[in-house]
């Protein structure tokens, strides 16, 4: 069976599919999602969409140049992070993969911290607790579990605040995943999963993770599950604000498949030619996220040629500034290595830390 | 003073530190109305609510992996993993996001987080039930790893551990859950460091290090030396990771002979670590190689057969005729 029969079969009975904005940039209703956004507030959506995009092509770039040892490009998936992304208010909490650097925009995370992961002089680098946005997550699936605890946290403190957990479609098999629904359920969690399903796990479709839509899976575990045009940055808007309000106000989890589109590889490592057709890939370009919020802005004359053209502007020097940035950024020092291990005295590190020293002193003279 | 099990030791330890910290949870399978599978948690939830003593779902990963996300948010979990053979479910959480996350963040946020694991066997109880994983953690780099011998130092071990802002694995050694002391709860002024070891019983001959369950059998050993005219010191470890090297060499010092009894497997334990350290350390002071006692390089075995694998009293005697033999 092909890839594309099997996927047929498997939507035998298609499931709605959550649109407000089609590929064309027309503008549809959706009887359970409204949405009514200022001229504004659609061009920012817009430059925000364009900015990320850049700041992912600038990251590749930087990669094939050899200032970063890797990258994971969110190319395609720019309307799933920033719909989401936009949805949360302040007091939220995110919790990323190490794909999210849409959401780490919409969290006001400055892009060249994303880098240090990447080019190695950190494993991490910002304070969750100032951005409410918690570090990349290398281990697939652990996040959605501390996401469950952070939002039953959320719960004795009595507050009124949702944590979103990110994750893909890959890691709907994880054991962790499925405790975190569990947990979430049974705890009525305010937590809202996001799965972007970008239809790749390296190179395994979709079909070696699910049989079923995985939006579907919610409904096992008790909770609603949705599924929502992941290219379309209105709809992931208000499906996301609407789970979120839903979980602020006691009404527990809400599982939202965002169907995406994974445009790149899944890291500048990857092959995406060995296992993926090219007519798939032509396919999903015509849905592009940025493209149909473009079109919409146009038609409806709520921006002009002056208004894209500034956005441009403003991405390219967003890209050189982050090149300027990511290469002045220093390596870290050899003793650092021992650095936050612990908060507390650690007489094991304090030991190899000066026998460390002093065998670098031994250099130096 | 008040006589107390071990058990109850952890048990009225963990009640004072939820008295002083609102934000001291406790959560695992099992650990409310029943008081969990060894009562250790006995009449917390009844006390403190649901909402403090939490009973989890059945799932270890997700025990650990919920109580990160409770720490980050300001809490101080005290998870219980019900059987030592559990924690590996678990050991993803532990070993890849508890232990690493706060140097991830360059030192932004802080878990303190327990993780107590009844530990070692000894009660008959069937497989994964009985094992002594402890070189697993203090092989990760990021968590602290005790383990308490007596209701005294439990009482205290566990308080200090929870007030810890470090993720520390804490053991517990099941076959001496019911053992008494006498404990005076009032006073804290006596209370030794975390990571302190202990010398539990001084000698002149030959220094025994053990830790956990494995104290007491060491001190039965050097009393029955005793009668032999051998002078045995035993030293309590009490902290695997960070290891008090002060007292152990001090005392290696002192008597030149060495062994080290655990109940893990010899092969790649914690007596490696110790016997290396030694040696590097006390190469000439030392009048025989160290020697280790502990369980075989084969599953933990069926109960029938566990009063062979576990040292006893004259396994560590044998080994210390050995270590005056060379």
Same mark, same amino acid.
């Given at each position: ?19 407000? %904005? @089609? +590929? *064309?940039?027309? /503008?549809?209703?959706?009887? #359970?999602?409204? &949405?009514? %956004? @200022? +001229? *504004?507030?659609? /061009?920012?959506?817009?430059? #925000?969409?364009? &900015? ?314 | ?326």
């Amino acid at each position: 069976m092909t890839v594309e029969a099997s996927r047929g079969a498997r939507d035998e009975a298609p499931p709605e599919l959550v649109q407000l %904005l @089609t +590929p *064309e940039g027309e /503008r549809v209703e959706h009887p #359970d999602y409204d &949405l009514d %956004l @200022t +001229p *504004e507030e659609i /061009r920012s959506l817009y430059r #925000d969409l364009v &900015l990320v995009r850049r700041i992912d092509l600038e990251a590749v770039a930087l990669q094939r140049q050899g200032e970063l040892g890797i990258w994971a490009s969110l190319l395609g998936q720019e309307a799933a992070q920033i719909g989401s992304g936009r949805a949360l208010t302040d007091s939220d909490m995110a919790f990323p993969t190490y794909r999210e650097h849409g959401v780490a925009w919409c969290r006001d995370v400055d892009p060249v911290k994303l880098l240090g992961l990447f080019r190695g002089v950190n494993h991490g680098g910002w304070d969750p607790k100032e951005h409410n946005f918690h570090l990349y997550t290398i281990v697939i699936g652990s996040q959605t579990l501390h996401a469950v605890g952070y939002a039953m946290g959320i719960q004795r403190d009595d507050a009124t605040a949702a944590t979103i957990v990110y994750f893909g479609d890959g890691a709907t098999s994880q054991g962790d995943v499925n405790e975190s629904f569990i947990w979430a359920s049974v705890f009525n969690a305010p937590v809202v999963f996001f799965c972007q399903n970008n239809q790749w796990a390296i190179s395994e479709p979709l079909e070696k993770q699910t049989r079923i839509p995985l939006y579907r899976r919610a409904s096992g575990f008790g909770f609603p599950g949705i599924r929502v045009d992941g290219n379309d940055v209105f709809a992931c808007l208000a499906v996301t604000r609407k789970a979120l309000e839903a979980a602020r106000t006691g009404q527990g989890p809400t599982l939202i498949e965002a169907f995406t589109y994974r445009m790149g590889a899944h890291t500048t490592t990857d092959d995406p030619t060995r296992y993926r057709v090219a007519s798939e890939l032509e396919a999903w370009k015509l849905k592009d996220p940025i493209e149909r919020v473009k079109a919409y802005l146009f038609k409806n004359e709520l921006a002009d040629q002056a208004f894209f053209d500034s956005v441009d502007k403003e991405a390219d020097q967003l890209g050189a500034d982050l090149r300027r940035r990511c290469l002045a950024m220093p390596d870290p020092e050899p003793l650092d290595i021992f650095d936050h291990v612990y908060r507390e005295p650690h007489a094991l590190i304090d030991q190899e830390r000066a026998q460390f020293a002093g065998y670098l002193e031994g250099f130096e003279k | 003073m008040t006589i107390l099990s071990l058990s109850k030791a952890l048990n009225e330890g963990m009640r004072k530190a939820m008295e002083d910290d609102p934000k001291v949870l406790i959560m695992g399978e099992d650990v409310g109305k029943l008081g969990g599978v060894f009562r250790v948690t006995d009449g917390l939830q009844k006390d403190f609510g649901e909402d403090r003593v939490i009973d989890t779902p059945l799932a270890e990963s997700g025990i650990i992996g919920t109580a990160i996300g409770l720490a980050l948010r300001g809490y101080r979990p005290v998870c219980e993993i019900q059987f030592d053979g559990f924690v590996f479910p678990a050991a993803d959480q532990i070993i890849t996001q508890l232990a690493k996350m706060p140097m991830r963040s360059l030192g932004a946020i802080k878990l303190p987080v327990v993780v107590r694991i009844p530990c070692g066997g000894g009660i008959g109880a069937v497989e994964h039930h009985s094992e002594s994983p402890e070189a697993h953690f203090t092989h990760t780099a990021g968590l602290r790893v005790v383990a308490c011998s007596n209701p005294a130092d439990a009482y205290t071990m566990i308080q200090q551990a929870i007030r810890s802002d470090d993720p520390v694995v804490f053991f517990e050694p099941k076959r001496r859950y019911w053992e008494k002391a006498d404990i005076d709860t009032s006073s804290t002024d006596w209370w030794t460091p975390l990571h302190a070891a202990k010398v539990v019983r001084p000698g002149a001959d030959a220094t025994l290090l053990a830790y956990g369950p494995m104290v007491k059998t060491c001190l039965e050993a050097a009393a029955a030396a005793e009668d032999d005219g051998r002078s045995l010191e035993v030293v309590d470890l009490r902290s695997l990771n960070p290891l008090d090297e002060a007292v152990v060499m001090e005392s290696v010092r002192r008597t030149g002979r060495v062994v080290v009894v655990h109940e893990a497997p010899v092969y790649n334990g914690f007596g490696a670590e110790l016997a290396a350290r030694v040696t590097e350390q006390c190469f000439y002071h030392l009048e025989a190689p160290v020697l280790r006692v502990g369980g075989f390089s084969t599953p933990y075995p069926p109960s029938k057969l566990e009063e062979h694998y576990l040292p006893d009293l004259d396994r560590v005697l044998d080994a210390v005729d050995r270590a005056f033999g060379f």
